[in-house]
């Protein structure tokens, strides 16, 4: 028991952390624009591709730098020359808009590297234990994208709430045309925020690909999980979606590997009910319902809390 625990809250805090990497870009970007932006799991795919390309071409050090100056580059683009456009026509047409670019994002992934995963592993450098526990080899590289993570995350706080760029950032949210009057450019802002919201998609694509297998549809597996972050988290909070990363992750992977059910807690159904439709609920185990969970915490949250666990808008 010791050992499950130990080995699932280490798995829980790492994948928590990979959902902060991609929810932190999409936060930043609602929190600047008030876009929620449907590809964003798209260009968390395209660092994954880039960095697999790059890395076969240069290395995986070189990858992890320049795939996400790639999708951020890419990013600014769409914004300046696409979302901008749309955006006068307002949100529903924002959300039409990335929801269709997410499509073409795949398509354009699948004819370039087809529908099969590719070999996208491990750096030499890490491939290696970190450390033995309970007789498990815990990978370094497991390690590193944690790391990273927790880095992050700490740069992203402190830009925010301590530097010049993100008192800017933070003023042209509420007030853009007076930072506009003030002789910032505020169109600018917005594309290079933008710009860095999927340059952090990508980078969590470039270290999870490696750890986990790089696809076409890998963006279709994370993307749903990623609003659920957001919205629970808060709309635009930063910090709230550290926790809320963190929360569904440890809640998935605790889930995941329990196998209790209602038949093993209380014993089996008596004869009159055991051919009913109960009998299929009292089997389910915990980890048969594990991929609904983070769902059913969304649906509580917008029941009881709307506004997010540490959000202070509500909608």
């Known amino acids: 028991m010791l050992e499950l625990i130990v080995i699932s809250t280490l798995n829980g805090v790492l994948f928590g952390m990979l959902l902060f990497l991609m929810a932190s870009g999409l936060t930043v970007i609602f929190s600047m624009l008030g876009v929620l932006n449907f590809a964003h799991a798209s260009f968390y795919m395209l660092g994954a591709f880039f960095g697999f390309q790059i890395a076969r071409w240069f290395g995986f050090w070189p990858a992890l730098l320049i795939a996400p100056l790639l999708a951020g580059a890419i990013g600014a683009g769409v914004e300046r020359f696409g979302l901008r456009r749309v955006h006068r026509n307002g949100h529903v047409a924002e959300l039409l808009f990335t929801f269709g670019l997410a499509f073409a994002i795949e398509e354009i992934v699948q004819i370039i590297w087809g529908k099969s995963p590719v070999d996208f592993r491990v750096p030499p450098l890490l491939d290696f234990p970190a450390f033995t526990i309970f007789s498990t080899n815990y ?28 008192l800017i950032v933070q ?24 710009g860095v919201g999927t340059a952090l998609a990508a980078v969590a694509g470039v270290i999870a690909g490696p750890a986990l297998v790089t696809q076409a549809n890998m963006a279709g597996l994370l993307g749903p999980i990623l609003f659920v972050v957001v919205v629970v988290g808060g709309l635009g909070s930063l910090p709230g979606a550290f926790v809320a990363s963190l929360l569904i992750g440890l809640v998935q992977t605790f889930a995941v590997s329990m196998n209790g059910s209602l038949a093993g807690a209380f014993g089996p159904l008596s004869p009159d009910w055991a051919s009913t439709w109960l009998s299929d609920i009292w089997g389910v185990t915990i980890a048969q319902i594990a991929p609904i969970m983070p769902y059913v915490l969304l649906v509580l949250i917008l029941i009881f809390r709307p506004m997010g666990l540490l959000g202070t808008r509500d909608t």
Do not use: D, E
């Not at 509420?174 to 933008?194: A, D, S």
């Open 139 to 166: 990978p370094a590289y497991k390690m590193f994208m944690l790391l990273v993570s927790i880095a992050i995350f700490a740069a992203l706080l402190i830009t925010l709430k301590k530097t010049r760029i993100g």
């Open 171 to 194: 003023a042209a949210l509420t007030h853009p045309h007076m930072v506009g009057h003030l002789g910032h450019n505020v169109g600018r802002i917005f594309m290079m925020v933008f």
